[in-house]
């Protein structure tokens, strides 16, 4: 399994560059579970207040959030390790 946080920074990034992308201003973290064959199988989206966004509501639907998926799975980093802590995953800033 293959877990990667998705930072504001690449959010805003991805934003900037598609208009009427369809991911709401309100979305500050993604955190993204792909099983080994690259299949999405788990996906939390949180505010700046680290409250989870209803998964059901139409705040980030569309072909933005795939493509903003697809570059996270391609250009994400390794997590920086705290020594006593669980692995991180990757990170995609």
Excluded at 15 to 23: A, D, H, L, Q
Excluded at 36 to 43: H, P
Excluded at 60 to 83: C, K, N, S, T
């Amino acid at each position: 399994m293959d877990i990667i946080t998705i930072e504001r920074a690449a959010i805003d990034r991805l934003k900037s560059s598609w208009p009427c992308n369809g991911i709401s201003d309100r979305v500050d973290l993604i955190v993204a579970a792909f099983a080994d064959n690259g299949d999405l199988i788990d996906l939390e989206v949180c505010d700046d207040a680290d409250v989870m966004l209803d998964l059901d509501a139409e705040l980030y639907d569309g072909p933005a959030m795939l493509a903003l998926l697809e570059d996270a799975q391609r250009d994400a980093i390794a997590a920086p390790f705290v020594p006593g802590t669980i692995p991180g995953g990757r990170v995609y800033k």
